[in-house]
């Protein structure tokens, strides 16, 4: 039976809205939610929340029985990648419950709206169809896409984003585009700790309906109101 391991990645440092892993959202907190939902997958899973905050691995006490090892001082700054933080939670996992697992699973509680079948499609793409990694993503509208961006110039002139022979006429000329939403990332170790991205592989695109990832307190009232109605 495959083991995996869900990572929740939940630094204490956040500046829009702080403490925002703990936030209350529809009379649970994030953290909490991303917790149970984990859990409620019945899969055959470690759950590791990766902190550099007691407070918040105490938050999650009754849930889980977290592996107790906080996030050394260089994974909590704001420019850490997600790799860095998955490879040493991987490395802590396989000391603490000494085993070795078959895909890295990460879950952001900033994302409250996916659902559990998201989680099991990104998983399955990883296990049973043998992808290196798997990404939940929405559709961009064609009226935001890259090759619509623009940018000024050192003259403060305005140019296009990304360089194009000829102009964009219409909408119809354009590829659909897609943007990651949080939902989940699932790779396997070997992709994760040698490879070290979840895109320059076999990867696969898992298309979920729209997921917000809470930056403010606006959408995490919007996030809120879905979640109540």
């Keep these: 039976m495959d083991n995996i391991l869900f990572v ?4 204490s440092g956040s500046k829009g809205i702080k403490d925002k892993n703990i936030q209350l959202c529809a009379h ?6 991303c917790v149970k939902i984990c859990k409620n997958l019945d899969l055959n899973s470690e759950i590791f929340v990766s ?7 105490e938050h999650v006490s009754d849930l889980i029985d977290n592996a107790p090892k906080l996030r050394p001082s260089y994974l909590s700054g704001d420019v ?9 939670a991987l490395h802590v996992c396989e000391n603490f419950y000494k085993k070795t697992f078959d895909c890295v699973v990460m879950i952001q509680p900033t994302c409250p709206l996916r659902k559990e079948n998201d989680i099991r499609r990104t998983i399955d793409a990883v296990l049973k169809e043998k992808y290196d990694s798997a990404i939940t993503c929405q559709k961009v509208d064609k009226k935001y896409h890259p090759l619509k961006s623009l940018k000024t110039n050192e ?8 360089n194009i022979p000829n102009e964009i006429i219409a ?6 585009t897609f943007i990651r939403n949080g939902g989940a990332y699932a790779i396997t170790p070997n992709q994760l700790c040698i490879g070290r991205s979840f895109i320059k592989c076999n990867s696969k695109l898992i298309l979920t309906d729209e997921i917000i990832s809470i930056d403010n307190f606006e959408e995490l009232k919007l996030c809120e ?5």
């Design 8 to 11: 929740i990645p939940a630094r």
């Design 28 to 33: 649970e907190t994030l953290l909490r939610r």
């Design 51 to 57: 902190t550099d905050s007691p407070k918040y691995i």
């Design 80 to 88: 850490v990648g997600d790799i860095e933080v998955l490879v040493h």
């Design 225 to 229: 109101k879905i979640l109540l109605e």
């Design 155 to 162: 003259s403060g002139n305005i140019e296009n984003y990304i």
């Design 171 to 176: 909408r119809q000329q354009l590829h659909q």
